[in-house]
Antibody, heavy 121, light 110 residues
Framework: QVQLVESGGGVVQPGGSLRLSCAAS????????MHWVRQAPGKGLEWLTF????????YYADSVKVRFTISRDNSKKMVYLQMNSLRTEDTAVYFC??????????????WGQGTLVSVSS | QIVLTQPPSVSAAPGQMVTISCSGS????????VSWFQQFPGKAPKLVIY???KRPSGIPDRFSGSKSGTSATLGITGLQTGDEADYYC???????????FGGGTKVTVL
């Protein structure tokens, strides 16, 4: 069965950095696009970034463009989110999600359980 | 931040039906597939509808989806207490090349 397991969350001071990881299993990872989505406490879902199946294209929400970087390693079945210059408003649960297709189709087929990032001084 | 428009809440008695709308524009809902997610407090979202109207394996046929123009709709019939959750729509915006979610709708079973 498909599994997505996020890790790397924690408490970080404003201006700091974190790298989130998402380990995928149960499907041919190299065939599918992957997203990162976050949810601030008590708020709705916010799409952050997407990477195509082969890493050839990456897209970002304006709120994280320049500060966050998505990457993937198909040999390890991993997707990463490097987060720099963190702000208090980045505090949220971060989910990785598998797209139904190799490109950004808007069908977020499977989700990980999420990892909590808390930005606080 | 661009979001798709959903009603904040809907409610109905057990056994009744609710519908949730998701309104977008020609560059997102009007062009791309819409998917719907169910989320319980403290849990990850779960896909209940993809490609506008298709149900993943294991999702009961009480859940249905449709799309017309720049709006999509999730329907839940035979409402059960276990359906109480937040529901989100999602899609892709082809002009901006970004993913989009609705603001979420809380379903309450009276």
């Amino acid at each position: 069965q498909v599994q997505l397991v996020e890790s790397g969350g924690g408490v970080v001071q404003p201006g700091g950095s974190l790298r989130l990881s998402c380990a995928a299993s149960g499907f041919t990872f190299s065939n599918y696009g992957m997203h990162w989505v976050r949810q601030a406490p008590g708020k709705g879902l916010e799409w952050l970034t997407f990477i195509r199946y082969d890493g050839s294209n990456k897209y970002y929400a304006d709120s994280v463009k320049v500060r966050f970087t998505i990457s993937r390693d198909n040999s390890k079945k991993m997707v990463y989110l490097q987060m720099n210059s963190l702000r208090t408003e980045d505090t949220a649960v971060y989910f990785c999600a598998k797209d139904l297709r190799s490109y950004g189709s808007g069908n977020f087929e499977y989700w990980g359980q999420g990892t909590l990032v808390s930005v606080s001084s | 931040q661009i979001v798709l428009t959903q009603p904040p809440s809907v409610s109905a008695a057990p056994g009744q039906m609710v519908t949730i709308s998701c309104s977008g524009s020609s560059s997102n809902v009007g062009t791309h597939s819409v998917s719907w997610f169910q989320q319980f407090p403290g849990k990850a979202p779960k896909l209940v509808i993809y490609d506008n109207s298709k149900r993943p394996s294991g999702i009961p046929d009480r859940f249905s989806g449709s799309k017309s123009g720049t709006s999509a709709t999730l329907g839940i019939t035979g409402l059960q207490t276990g359906d109480e959750a937040d529901y989100y729509c999602g899609t892709w915006d082809t002009r901006l090349n970004i993913g989009l979610f609705g603001g979420g709708t809380k379903v309450t079973v009276l």
